[in-house]
């Protein structure tokens, strides 16, 4: 048993009510200090590997399972999960469900006050962890203002501070900016220092692949290969792009998208003469106090505005990636496109045609980071239905045809995967005749051929003549879809150049 | 003012005033202890830097103090008038108990609360659960008003005019939404030890200091004071 | 894990419906503030709107304790939200007996689910007992200062020591409907979603 700290035996596994297996015959060790990562599509078993090791196989997700796991000389099937909690730590995907109390405070001592240990080494302990990883800024302050990399850094010192030997992180960065993913990488390469055995399931590859010392590729619920650390960084595009993975040696091309210092010298601003002409869109969130009338904003208010953009022609029926740093307005840009921003007075021209107000509701549609919010009604088809004027059965079939979706036309939307729910509610958009489709982070926590997919989707949206503009930071979206770049800093437009060309230049570099 | 309240007494001041909304003051003298009761947390909102909602708390309840004197003594009748004395009088009635519930709910931190409901020897599953409906009521307006842009956006905001669809449309998406995150939530409270058999601790050290008994002391009189004249005399 | 004690998820279930019940309780009070009528016609829109998560709920757990958990944590949050402690034998009772009826139904029986729902849904009485007990002394006030009787008639008019027991009757029986309705709901979208 010596050196050898997980021992997964040939484990099957069906979730309760499935009929597939999500785990075929997997066996698995891994020493102790090893840093693994876990790579494969989306249902390939990742996620499963993770829960049989936190021990959520079998004691929360219930089903069928043969074989046997042995955690640290434990045999989880006899282990109680809260005997786990200070040999094995997990992270997880969404930043905004694993917290439990309000305060950043609260919840780093939370793992330690549940196994009941005296307060005085729980504080001891927050005190160490907070110095560890950096947390004074953050630390007496409400969990729900914080973004998602915050929070995410919080998850990580809540989980760290119950000392755990093992550390398991299921897709931490899905939901994370670029510059949060560098914070967490620095997280993980700290807890590689001290010692501790990571293992990573992840379908963003780049950030972790200096890290790690083996990796695990998993296929439809079983291993399907593995390479040493080395092996791994040396895999280019085209090995991956075969396994439909996410590339793993990005990180040259991601710098010379994301290069915001060298756009804003540029100032490159593309002009178009035919388009949709976005005008006087001036919004701040820090409210002004009034008294009856209700100021409207302008570009006099300058450096109080979040949002100033005095006019934009955004080409038709293109892709456009809204780039910029986290919280410079890139959705607040988006909200006001659409009108959610009542304060944001702006028109928006159409061939000629002017909206303002609430007119410009329908003319434009957010796909919202999380796509549950959207749907209402128990099928498919009523969805679509229900965005319609005159309910007109043969264009909803017809819509509903265009996006793959007419076989789902009588399920519940919430009965769908995540991109199937996505494109539902495109196709309640497209219902509504929107004419400009907004996306807000469409691809994050996807995987390479889901991300694919989605790409796909926004070219075809645009080739069928709407305009589609996409908040993201994925720089394999970008690549493969869009086809002009719009950066923005502090809600002002600093360059607007086509993506194309640029990349075109990358890759002549390259070669 | 540099010591907190205790949570107990803070739980111990709402106990007195709901207690002391439901006797209503018939000479000056009650008023005064009425009114001084009143008072006391909305100076306490004050020490709490509360400054905003102190301030309004003081002069909505001072204008419905006035207002429900003023017209009470002029005997004057009129639908309208009737109707604002009647909301005044049951502001000055209720308001104390409002002002003292905003101050225990703003200026005390959940893990106060749960550690003191620990102390008073609530079993743990109580202040879990007390715990996660606390920390749901910001998750839920979270969701709602993402809900609400969604809606919005669809202009169904008004369910088609439908009142069943205005619920339905609100309700379900935000019980998809919260059941989700609460099946998340639990794993992940769970793998950091939730639930575990050994009896949970808490680093909020309760400590009841000399403003605790100051103001149990000053309570407990007011109690006594309306007791005594409600049914003693 | 079919064991029959609570576990930590279940409380943390449980924290997640009293939450989303509150917030129902407390989106129809604030429509109270607009007319004295309208606080009246708690005993209607509570059961009902409330149905829809209470429905979900009883097929989340179904294990003793699940509602009395529930009626107790109403009874503190109201409390300690300045709405009075009279009320908290009643929620707690209402929790007590309502849990034992849905678990004599095994917590699958839908006609004990319906009788237990009606029987929960008279904790929303309870928001009207500080009210009770200081009407009569504020009508007395009220006629002091001068008041026509008929208007303190009309204000009290609905909710009085008499007309409690009519809205406890009330609340029971829009339990009972509303629980039809919230099974509906569950059914339409839940069930279909295959969430339950």
């Known amino acids: ?379 498919v088809a009523s969805e679509v239905l229900l965005s319609m004027k005159d309910k007109d059965d043969a264009r909803c079939c017809e819509i509903l045809d265009s996006l793959g979706l007419l076989k789902y036309k009588d399920t519940h939307p919430m009965a769908l995967s995540g991109g199937q729910k996505q494109r539902v509610a495109i196709a309640s958009a497209i219902a509504a005749g929107a004419e400009i489709l907004l996306f807000d982070e469409p691809t994050s926590g996807l995987d390479y051929s889901h991300m694919e997919k989605v790409g796909e989707l926004l070219h075809d949206l645009a080739s069928s003549g709407k305009t589609v503009l996409v908040s993201t930071h994925d720089p394999e979206l970008i690549e493969c879809c869009c086809d002009y770049e719009l950066y923005i800093k502090n809600g002002r437009v600093i360059s607007f150049t086509g993506s194309l060309e640029k990349l075109e230049g990358i890759r002549r570099n390259a070669i | 003012m540099t010591a907190r309240l205790d949570p107990r007494t803070k739980l111990y001041m709402i106990l007195v005033v709901s207690a002391v909304v439901m006797m209503s003051a018939t000479t000056p003298f009650l008023w005064a202890v009425r009114i001084l009761m009143t008072i006391v947390p909305i100076v306490l909102l004050i020490t709490e830097k509360h400054y905003a909602s102190a301030f309004r708390f003081l002069i909505l309840y001072t204008s419905a103090l006035v207002i429900n004197f003023t017209c009470l003594s002029e005997q004057s009748e009129g639908f309208l008038m009737a109707f604002l004395v009647g909301y005044c009088s049951i502001i000055v009635q209720f308001m104390p108990a409002m002002i003292t519930a905003w101050y225990v709910v703003r200026t005390t931190k959940i893990d106060e609360f749960v550690s003191a409901m620990q102390k008073m020897h609530f079993p743990d599953g109580i202040t879990i659960s007390l715990a996660v409906v606390m920390r749901f009521f910001p998750t839920i307006k979270e969701e709602y008003l993402a809900i609400r842009d969604a809606m919005k956006m669809r202009g169904i905001v008004l369910g088609e005019g439908n009142i069943a669809r205005m619920v339905e449309f609100r309700m379900i998406p935000l019980l998809f939404s919260c059941v989700n995150i609460g099946d998340e939530l639990s794993a992940a409270a769970i793998t950091r030890g939730l639930g575990g058999k050994v009896k949970r601790t808490s680093v909020e050290i309760l400590k009841l200091g000399i403003q605790d008994y100051l103001l149990i002391t000053l309570f407990t009189s007011v109690l006594l004071i309306f007791v005594v004249f409600k049914y003693f005399r | 894990m079919n064991k029959k004690r609570l576990q930590a998820k279940d409380f943390i279930t449980i924290g997640i419906f009293t939450a989303l019940l509150f917030v129902v309780e407390f989106a129809c009070g604030m429509l109270g503030f607009l007319h004295p009528y309208i606080v009246a016609s708690y005993v209607i829109m509570i059961p009902i709107v409330g149905s829809i998560p209470m429905m979900l709920f009883y097929t989340k757990i179904e294990k003793f304790g699940m509602l009395t958990i529930m009626s107790v944590l109403l009874a503190i949050i109201m409390f300690v939200m300045g709405m009075g402690y009279l009320g908290a034998p009643l929620i707690i009772l209402a929790g007590i007996v309502a849990d034992l009826i849905a678990k004599s139904g095994n917590y699958k029986s839908s006609k004990k689910t319906v009788i237990s729902y009606g029987v929960f849904c008279l904790w929303i009485c309870a928001n009207y007992f500080p009210v009770i007990v200081t009407a009569d002394s504020y009508r007395k006030d009220l006629l002091d200062g001068g008041y026509s009787a008929e208007y303190c008639d009309n204000l009290f008019r609905a909710i009085n020591y008499k007309t409690i027991g009519v809205l406890l009757v009330l609340c029971f029986v829009f339990g009972c409907i509303g629980a039809f309705i919230g099974k509906a709901v569950v059914k339409k979208h839940f069930e279909k979603a295959g969430i339950v």
């Open chain 1, 1 to 379: 048993m010596t050196g050898s700290i997980i021992d997964i035996r040939n484990v099957t596994h069906k979730y309760k009510g499935s009929e597939q297996d999500t785990l075929d015959n997997v066996s698995l060790e891994i020493k102790e200090g090893e840093t693994v990562l876990l790579c494969g599509a989306s249902g390939s078993g990742k996620t499963s590997v993770i829960r049989l090791i936190n021990g959520l196989i079998p004691h929360y997700y219930q089903g069928d399972i043969t074989g046997e796991v042995y955690v640290d000389g434990k045999d989880i099937s006899q282990t109680e999960l809260y005997e786990l909690a200070g040999v094995v730590g997990t992270v997880f995907q969404n930043p905004r469900s694993q917290f439990f109390s309000i305060d950043t405070d609260g919840e780093i001592v939370f793992g330690p006050e549940n196994i009941g240990l005296d307060p005085k080494e729980i504080t001891a302990r927050k005190d160490g962890i907070i110095e560890q990883m950096d947390l004074k800024d953050l630390m007496g302050r409400s969990l729900f203002e914080l973004s998602g990399g915050e929070k995410q850094r919080i998850a990580c010192a809540s989980v760290a501070a119950l000392l755990p030997k093992i550390m398991l992180l299921d897709e931490p960065s899905s939901n994370l900016d670029w510059e949060s993913i560098g914070t967490l990488r620095d997280i993980i390469s700290e807890w590689k220092k001290q010692g501790k055995t990571i293992i990573i399931s992840e379908h963003r590859l780049w950030y972790v692949k200096d890290l790690v010392d083996r990796v695990i590729y998993m296929e439809d619920g079983h291993i399907g290969c593995e390479w040493s650390g080395d092996e791994f960084r040396s895999l280019d595009d085209n090995d991956t792009r075969s396994l439909k993975l996410r590339p793993v040696n990005i990180q040259g091309r991601y710098e010379e998208i994301f290069d915001f210092s060298a756009k804003e010298k540029e100032n490159h601003r593309e002009e178009f003469t035919d388009g949709i002409v976005l005008k006087d869109f001036y919004f701040s969130y820090d409210k002004k106090p009034y008294l009856l009338f209700k100021k409207k904003y302008s570009e006099a208010d300058g450096e109080e505005l979040s949002l100033c953009i005095p006019e934009l022609v955004l080409p038709k029926g293109k892709v456009i990636s809204v780039i910029g740093c986290n919280g410079t307005g890139k959705t607040t840009f988006l909200r006001c496109i659409c009108g959610l921003e009542k304060d944001c007075t702006g028109t928006i021209a159409i061939d000629g045609k002017e909206y303002r107000g609430r007119r410009r509701i329908g003319l434009s549609y957010l796909v919202m980071q999380d796509v549950n919010h959207q749907l209402f009604t128990d099928s």
